[in-house]
């Protein structure tokens, strides 16, 4: 296990100052993530129970007023459904920007070690690599989020249907 953290905190090093926002980003990230699959699965069943009782003890489900109560209770599901979503996009979208900037700052580095030192190729192409890992990184992690908000947007999709017909307006 010392052998892991050791290999981790060598490649945050090599990474440059960047690379641990880039981590933050990805935890939070896949938090939100795990929160959202956590809702389908254990929480979302008893939201339609509670939400579809509630439609279906109106005593009258025609109406204008009807219409408007069933509108704004597909509304508010459907943000309960979506719940964190930008925010988990937002941080995909995100982590390889972050990246980039830590390849700019390295970049940056490595132009002002050639200024004092000169054009050293050997200190150069190790500039270069470390610049190049927090890009790696960013699309990793971003890559990994794809994965997650592709699953989530079609089960906010289907959820969010099922949920729209479980309301109807008359019997």
């Known amino acids: ?3 892991i ?4 905190a060598k490649y945050m090093d090599m990474g440059g100052p960047v690379l641990p926002f880039i981590a933050l980003l990805t935890c939070l990230m896949w938090t939100l993530i795990f929160e959202r699959i956590w809702y389908f699965y254990k929480e979302h069943g008893t939201f339609l129970l509670t939400a579809t009782t509630r439609w279906e003890s109106r005593a009258e489900r025609n109406s204008w007023t009807a219409h408007q109560v069933r509108t704004s209770m597909v509304s508010q599901g459907k943000s309960q459904i979506t719940g964190s979503m930008p925010i988990i996009a937002t941080c995909v ?3 390889p920007l972050f990246g980039l900037l830590g390849t700019v700052t390295g970049m ?6 050639m200024a004092v030192q000169g054009g050293n190729a050997r200190s150069m ?3 270069v690599s470390a610049a190049t890992i927090p890009t ?3 699309m990793i992690a971003s890559l990994s989020g ?3 908000t592709t699953y989530l947007t079609r089960k906010i999709d ?3 249907r099922r949920f729209e017909d479980s309301l109807l307006l008359d019997h």
């Open 146 to 148: 794809m994965v997650g």
């Open 125 to 127: 192409a190790a500039g």
């Open 1 to 3: 296990m010392g052998e």
């Open 158 to 160: 289907t959820e969010s």
């Open 93 to 95: 979208a995100m982590c």
């Open 136 to 138: 790696m990184s960013g």
């Open 5 to 8: 953290y050791l290999d981790l």
């Open 108 to 113: 940056i580095e490595v132009f002002q070690a």
